[in-house]
């Protein structure tokens, strides 16, 4: 059964930095494009970013030049590094095995606050 499991938000100042990581089990991860996603209070789920089989990357307009996505296909693991957060970047970060965010993990809390 595939299964994901996000890990690492927390609270961060803005400008600060904050590494996510999504753990794949059922599955490899390296297989797929993996996608992170993210919802803000009240708002609607949002696409952030991706990371292809061939580790090809693309951003959303507002995130980009700041985050970035990784793998470590050993762990079968995928990371989302943010990089001078802010205040609009607060959200419950999932990662996702398909285009739609259907298949997603619990989330993770990031708050971007001083």
């Known amino acids: 059964q595939a299964q994901l499991a996000e890990s690492g938000g927390g609270l961060v100042q803005p400008g600060g930095s904050l590494r996510l990581s999504c753990a794949a089990s059922?599955?490899?991860?390296?297989?797929?494009?993996m996608y992170w996603f993210r919802q803000a209070p009240g708002k609607g789920l949002e696409w952030v970013g991706y990371?292809?089989?061939?580790?090809?990357?693309r951003f959303t307009d507002a995130v980009q030049g700041r985050f970035t996505i990784s793998r470590d296909k050993y762990e079968n693991t995928v990371f989302l590094q943010m990089n001078n957060v802010k205040p609009e970047d607060t959200a419950v970060y999932y990662c996702?095995?398909?285009?739609?965010?259907?298949?997603r993990g619990q989330g993770t809390q990031v708050t971007v606050s001083s």
């Open positions: 990371i292809l089989r061939d580790d090809a990357t």
């Open positions: 996702a095995r398909d285009s739609a965010g259907i298949l």
């Open positions: 059922g599955f490899t991860a390296s297989e797929f494009p």
